[in-house]
């Protein structure tokens, strides 16, 4: 099926713990987004990448790190896992602005 | 402050109202504009798209950009319970590298 794709939908994890966010986009779109949502600060960016193995820091890198070796995957990894980083996850792609980012449909991740 | 503002709401106005919501920004490099509507436990998606200055309408949104004052609208006329969500606004500057800078979003609901 044609679209973004994000999974988990939910996960909890430990405080320390390694995790990894899976995001899918069969378009085979330039630009592949991270952002978190959290209430009061609206979507930051996390990291962001033109194009397979070209990536760069958005608003809220640290503790996270990303990797883009094919077009159409974009995984986000938490190396250690903070109280701080729960929060809504969405990955986006896209080409162009005008054209608008499709978003997926997030991943609500928890760490206790 | 934030780059981008915008008030959190919550708007409630009855069906068949107009819908007014807006956003104050800062850096003058913002030259595209967006409107994102996000439904609850949903992606956002985008509504409508402006360059620069100057307004654009389609169907009943209409979407307002004044640059020298750094004021973006977005009007919704008739307006539905199916309007009700979450309006997100976004602005990239031409040399940020596609990246969106959102406002915190403004919760609406129209009341039938």
């Known amino acids: 099926d044609a679209g973004i794709t994000q999974s988990p939908r939910y996960k909890i994890t430990e405080t320390g713990r390694q995790v990894t966010l899976m995001c899918h986009q069969t378009?085979?779109?330039?630009?592949m987004f991270w952002y978190r949502q959290d209430l009061g600060h609206g979507l930051r960016l996390i990291y962001y990448s033109a194009a397979a193995d070209i990536t760069d820091k958005g608003e809220v890198p640290d503790g996270y790190v990303v990797s883009r070796s094919k077009t159409e995957n974009f995984p986000l990894t938490l190396e250690s896992a903070t109280r701080s980083q729960t929060s809504v996850y969405f990955c986006?792609?896209?080409?162009?602005?005008?054209?608008?980012?499709?978003f997926g449909s997030g991943t609500r991740l928890t760490v206790v | 402050q934030k780059e981008v503002e915008q008030d959190p709401g919550p708007l409630s106005v009855p069906e068949g109202a107009i819908v007014s919501l807006n956003c104050t920004y800062s850096n003058s490099a913002f030259q595209y504009f967006m409107w994102y509507r996000q439904y609850s436990r949903k992606g956002p998606e985008l509504l409508m798209y402006t360059y620069s200055s100057g307004n654009k309408e389609d169907g009943r949104f209409t979407a307002q950009v004044d640059k020298s004052s750094k004021y973006i609208s977005l009007f919704i006329r008739d307006s539905q319970p199916s309007d009700s969500a979450t309006y997100l606004c976004?602005?990239?500057?031409?040399?940020?590298?596609?990246?969106?800078?959102f406002g915190g979003g403004t919760r609406v609901l129209v009341k039938p």
């Open positions: 378009w085979s779109h330039s630009y």
């Open positions: 986006a792609s896209g080409d162009r602005e005008k054209d608008g980012y499709t």
């Open positions: 976004a602005m990239s500057a031409v040399a940020a590298g596609n990246k969106l800078t």
